[in-house]
């Protein structure tokens, strides 16, 4: 079509809308495609001239679809060799708008995607709507003008729809607003109670720590102040009876001589009490400092060896102590540690009838493990942890004396010391108690 004078436009526009429906262009794209059109139309009437309108058909091969172009040739060359709309909402109507150089001809193009459900445009298809479109008389302005006001009432109805729709909507929103607001001030406050609450818990518990802190120190304390109190007496009587039985005092009949000996044996045995719970006390209150070296495994087992063989009375029982081969350090206090073995060794020698006692040093990582174990009675697994309190002995061991604070004294060392004590033990099989501290020599 030829673009020449100002008449031209509303023709050109006309059939721009005609082309776009025929091609399958729906509605509403058929007029933006018009409307579109025509102000292109109006600007290169004005800028250069005129031009001349083609219409064509191509295919996107990205989307699969057919595409509608509309090229104008403008009569004279554009001025800039570019072409921007008047109205910058023009290229919005479109796919493409812009100026492209084809076979050495600047056109402004505009392109605009067909629907995919549109009829096919094969050859035929197309010769067909060029002959329809080619026959019909082009309308009059006047129809242009009736076309256009239909077009324009049915778009501000659309827009009125639109706007109702959003109305809707947008109160929609504002009540669902309303009500996250509400479940947010709800639990807002719920957790501000909640807050609250575990607040106030935390005081409690840090007053019931404070309270059970209080009581085991004034336990610690009263331990001490008893066994400390209770030591000059019982040593008294120690002595007293000594006298007593003292070969340059006045002889005793025979039955007198055994109440003496009988009280000196019972004394003794509330000193060696005493002297635990002593040892007991300082522990718990941290009044123990350990006098940290490397302590040499061999050495410290050689030393074991040598004291406790006394006790080994029974000749069913054998008390092996494997000294290590190689230099063995740990980083502990020496005679802490001895006397933590010592007790262990003690406790293996008498609950075991038959069998052995065994001392070992085995090296695990950057630690040592020393380990008693025995052939003896062994323990039941639920008892495992309450021979650690104090005073428990288990049932049927009381025989074979001991007070029941040799345990705990041993735990309270070692985790002074920085290590751990643990038990495996079946009853009938024997038990293993092991010692586990870092190394030394570092
Ligand atoms: P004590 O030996 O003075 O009774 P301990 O605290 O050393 O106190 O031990 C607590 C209890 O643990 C013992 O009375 C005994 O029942 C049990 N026990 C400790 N060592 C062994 C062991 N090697 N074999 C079997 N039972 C043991």
């Not at 109205?87 to 067909?114: F, H, P």
């Amino acid at each position: 079509m030829a673009l020449r004078v100002e008449h031209d436009i509303f023709l050109v526009r006309q059939r721009g809308r005609e082309v776009a429906a025929a091609v399958g262009l729906e509605h509403q794209d058929q007029v933006r495609i018009a409307t579109a059109l025509s102000e292109v139309a109006r600007d290169l009437l004005g800028s250069v001239g005129g031009a001349d309108v083609t219409f064509s058909v191509g295919f996107d091969v990205v989307a699969g679809r057919p595409l509608l172009y509309v090229d104008l040739a403008p009569t004279r060359p554009l001025p800039g060799g570019g072409y921007q709309p008047q109205s910058g909402a023009v290229a919005r109507l479109v796919d493409m708008l812009g100026v492209v150089t084809d076979e050495g001809d600047t056109v402004v193009r505009m392109s605009r995607r067909v629907p995919a459900d549109s009829p096919a445009l094969t050859p035929e298809r197309l010769a067909e709507l060029r002959a329809e479109l080619g026959s019909s008389a082009p309308g009059s302005v006047l129809d242009e003008l009736a076309a256009q006001n239909g077009q324009l009432i049915a778009a501000l109805d659309e827009v009125r729809s639109q706007r109702d729709e959003l109305e809707v909507l947008n109160s929609e929103l504002q009540e669902t607003n309303r009500g996250v607001m509400a479940l947010y001030n709800q639990l807002t406050e719920e957790l501000e109670e909640t807050n609250r609450g575990v607040v106030a818990l935390y005081a409690e518990l840090d007053e019931k720590s404070a309270q059970l802190r209080a009581a085991s120190e004034s336990k610690s304390r009263f331990l001490a102040n008893v066994s400390h109190e209770l030591r000059a007496p019982v040593t008294a009587i120690i002595g007293l009876s000594r006298l007593l039985a003292d070969s340059a005092s006045d002889p005793l009949t025979a039955e007198q001589a055994r109440q003496v000996g009988l009280i000196r044996s019972s004394a003794a045995d509330l000193l060696g009490l005493v002297n635990e719970l002593l040892d007991l006390a300082k522990a718990e209150s941290g009044r123990i400092e350990p006098n940290w070296t490397d302590v040499d495994l061999r050495a410290l087992y050689g030393q074991l060896r040598g004291t406790l063989r006394a006790l080994a009375t029974r000749p069913e029982v054998e008390l092996v102590v494997e000294e290590p081969s190689h230099p063995a350090l740990v980083r502990a206090d020496e005679v802490l540690l001895a006397q933590v073995l010592r007790n262990l060794l003690h406790n293996g020698l008498k609950f075991t009838e038959r069998g052995e006692v065994r001392l070992r040093a085995q090296r695990r990582d950057d630690r040592w493990a020393l380990s008693v174990s025995d052939t003896g009675v062994g323990i039941p697994p639920e008892l495992h942890e309450r021979i650690f309190e104090e005073f428990y002995q288990v049932p049927g061991a009381t025989r074979v004396g001991g007070t029941g604070l040799g345990l705990p004294y041993a735990r309270r060392l070692v985790t002074l010391l920085g290590g751990t004590l643990e038990l495996s033990s079946e009853p009938g099989r024997g038990s293993t108690f092991t010692v586990t501290l870092p190394a030394g020599g570092a």
